[in-house]
């Protein structure tokens, strides 16, 4: 890379760290997204450009406002998904761009059972409303269960359990297309099953928010 095009890249990527400063002078999910794509957008280009330089630049400062406008997107989405689970007995995390929500099924499912409880009604209204406010996301709903039982039981109970979830966010205009449930049954414990409160642990529901364009 030659030095014009060094300095030109940099500029590029302080270019699109500048639209996401927090006043904090911490580097926001926004502003890592911004690195990231400008220099996928500046392999990308470089790659494809036959050693033309301005390619190369056009292509980090494309990935550099891709990859800041999808972090912004996340942060929006999770900061209203923060503010609506709190209390609720959802964990809200975030990876990287993606945005997971653990249901424990003490808060959403009887003991053994697949259909909803109807006092999580209102939490799973709140979820969709903020679905439908942030479209450009896909909606990855997965089931869990401990080690009780056999695993063709617990494979089918999660299976059964993620459609329930996804079920309920489609009759509340949550678009169909963008959900998938997928049960693991005991398959990805987060915790060890030996203990009551392992098993507890494990027992839950998903849900991924993942930006579309990626």
Excluded at 20 to 29: D, F, K, N
Excluded at 72 to 81: G, I
Excluded at 93 to 116: S, Y
């Amino acid at each position: 890379m030659k030095t014009s095009m060094r300095t030109l890249l940099i500029g590029a990527v302080s270019a699109a760290l500048l639209a996401g400063c927090s006043p904090s002078g911490e580097m926001t999910r926004a502003q890592q997204g911004a690195i990231i794509g400008a220099l996928g957008g500046a392999v990308i280009g470089k790659n494809t450009a036959n050693k033309d330089d301005k390619r190369a630049v056009a292509g980090a400062i494309i990935g550099g406002v891709a990859g800041a406008a999808i972090g912004n997107y996340m942060d929006q989405q999770e900061a209203a998904l923060r503010q609506q689970m709190q209390g609720t007995g959802v964990e809200v995390t975030r990876q990287d761009n993606n945005i997971v929500l653990t249901m424990p099924d003490a808060i959403t499912f009887d003991f053994g059972q697949a259909g909803v409880k109807p006092q999580f009604y209102g939490v799973l209204n709140n979820l969709a409303t903020t679905l439908n406010q942030f479209p450009e996301t896909r909606v990855q709903i997965a089931g869990h269960t401990d080690n009780v039982g056999s695993d063709a039981a617990n494979l089918q109970l999660s299976q059964q359990r993620a459609n329930s979830v996804r079920s309920y966010m489609a009759s509340n205009g949550v678009n169909a297309q963008r959900m998938q449930a997928v049960g693991y049954g005991e398959s990805r414990p987060l915790a060890d099953n030996s203990t009551d409160y392992g098993r507890a642990q494990n027992r839950r529901v998903e849900i991924t928010l993942i930006p579309v364009q990626q």
